[in-house]
Each structure stands twice: as C-alpha cells, then as structure tokens.
C-alpha cells in the first residue's frame, strides 16, 4: 500500500470519528443520539461479511490451484472477518445495554452473530489441530466455503424471520436509505474508511503469514 493510500485512510476514519461525535442528528424515535454507534456498528458488520466471503473466494481459488499463497489470504481474510464480527458484537451490545438495559438479551441478531463467531472459530480450531500444510489448507479451504455459505442466513435472513427488538435495516423494505442528509455523509465515509482500513490491514496480515511461514521453512 503507497503512501498516498494509508493517507487516505487516515483522514477518512478521522473525519467519521469527529463527525460522527460532534455533527447534530435529528431525533429519531427509540434511538435519540445513540443512533451515531451506526457510524461504527453497521461497517463492523459489513466488513465482517466481506471478510469471509473474501476468504470463501479464496479457498476456492486454492482449491483450484493449490497454491499456498491463496490458503494465507484465505485464512488472513477469515481472521479479519471474526475480528470484526467481535467489534460489530461490541458496539451491538453496547448499544443494546443504553437501549435495553443489558449488554445480552439473546436478541434473533444477537444470537445469529453468536452463532456464526462459533463457527468460524470451529475454523480455527480447525487448522490448529492439523500439521500438515497441504492436508490444512484442504479442510480448511472446504470448511470456509461451507462455512461462508451460512453467512447470509445468519446476517440477513435469520434476524428478519424471527421478532426482534433490533432498529429496522439502513436499506428499508422499498430497497432506500432512509437517512438524514449529514448522517447519510458520515454513515457512506465511514462505510468507505473502514472497507479501506479492513484492506490495508489484509495486505499487511498477509505479507506478516508468509514471513511467519518463510521463517518455519528456514
């Protein structure tokens, strides 16, 4: 990543986290001014679901070709992926103590990402119980796609099938963003930021793997 790159990310998360604490917003029932942790909870999410199906894609592409440099952007992606599923569980809950009075309340959302962190630990417990190089990139490959494929029921489809306590979705049922105009600003900034934040720390996750990886050869 070039100078000019991490720069960029610099200024935007900065202006999200000034912005998204000083910027007014307008009231919004039920949520008042605890409405700004979406600044900082829904990008969590989104990266978190970017992440493992970035390692999905990864793990199909070393199936393909075998070839182990996938395998490390597979597993850096998924490690991202369940770091930032805990962030988004964080600030969730932290919401959920202000707003509901306990930081867990076993909420269709909050269970749903709970569930989807024990699989995608079950991953890791995975790979650390197998030596072999070649025979953990295999399963590890097989389960993060299978793995990836839960991903979307556990996000998007579980939590709206089942009552839940939950705001309603950014994107409404008419497929819009109902969102104030200064909101909108700080909520797609920070979507931006963080999504460029998430790739310049796979790119140096990724350089840190094959490093570690050169070092056991030697």
Known sequence: MNKAFKILV??????????????????IPALGDKA???YFHVPMSWISVLAFFMSMWYSIRY????SIDYDIKSFSSAQLG?????LATATGSLWAKFNWGSFWNWDPRQTSIFVLLMIYGAYFALRSAIDTPEQKAKLSSVYSIIAAVTVPFFVFIMPRIVESLHPDPIINTQGKINMDRNMLIV???SLAGFTLLF???LNIKVR?????IKKQGV
Request: a positive charge.
């Open 63 to 66: 199936l393909k070709t075998k």
């Open 199 to 201: 790739l310049w720390v």
């Open 36 to 38: 700004r942790v979406l």
């Open 82 to 86: 369940f770091l930032f599923c805990i």
């Open 208 to 212: 840190q793997e094959k490093l570690f």
């Open 187 to 189: 909520f797609l900034t």
């Open 10 to 27: 610099f200024i935007l998360i900065t202006f999200v986290i000034i912005a998204g604490i000083i910027l007014p917003i307008p009231n």
